[in-house]
């Protein structure tokens, strides 16, 4: 697997600039998901029951960070996908592993005849099948960051696919999973294949991300037509009760 690279380092574009996938979570919020973003100062987050994802801006200081545990609340989680900065004084750092991000090269999108769309009402059995194969993060109102198709046998949904972040010009292939009693019937590579005909149709490039433990994963990924652009992280902090100078972390009031 070879990272892409230019002048600037890896994954930065040839200006020396931040790439937009470099920070995805970021560039979603402040483009085309820019209406599901709550935002404190230069920190944003979704809603907590659309996504996990926190997002800090490419330098965050002091003030950042204190906008961020506003945003969490005291003492909680916060997902920071793709971040590898330093974590200040006070902050724990809960959960760390490493991942790859990868990119359409060549991946033969089409349509599926066998795939439906998928919307709220599917939501029940969508988390059920999330909870039989746990693909990662999918909560109440994911389903409306983006399309995700399913296929049903006997009218039960048993794999589906669908679109999570949303970076300008590129869309997040994610969720990818099937019933463990239906596996080995290529149904992952269909889906995937038909979620990215969708993207390319709106004129958008299909990524995806990967735990970089689960090589099975990767070279599936790769045998469709992606390729590797840089290896990033999956990391959770914990915000700190009290904020530096003993003031409270006082959460954001959520909608509704």
Known sequence: M???????????????VPHVLDNPALASLTGPHAHFAER??????????????????????????ADLAALAGPGAGAPLPGFRGEVPEGWETTFRAEGVQLVDDGLAAAPDPEAVRLGPADVPEMLGLVARTRPGPFLPRTVELGTYLGIRRDGALIAMAGERLHPPGWT??????????????????????????????????PFLHASAANTGAIRLYESLGFR??????????????RLAGGHAAVPVPQPG
Do not use: K, M, N, Q
């Not at 230069?42 to 907590?48: A, D, I, T, W």
């Not at 590797?228 to 009760?241: C, G, H, Y």
């Open 172 to 205: 997040e292939i994610s969720a990818v999973c099937t019933d463990p009693a239906f596996r080995g019937e290529g149904l992952a590579t269909r889906l995937i294949r038909a979620v990215a005909h969708g993207i390319r149709e709106r004129g958008e490039t």
């Open 40 to 65: 404190r100062g230069r920190v944003l987050r979704y809603p907590v029951d659309v996504s996990p994802w926190l997002a800090l801006p490419d330098d965050p200081d002091a003030r950042d960070w």
């Open 228 to 241: 590797l652009r840089r290896r990033t992280a999956f990391l959770e902090v914990r915000a700190p009760e």
């Open 2 to 16: 070879t990272v892409v690279s230019g002048p600037g380092g890896p994954g930065r574009t040839s200006a020396g």
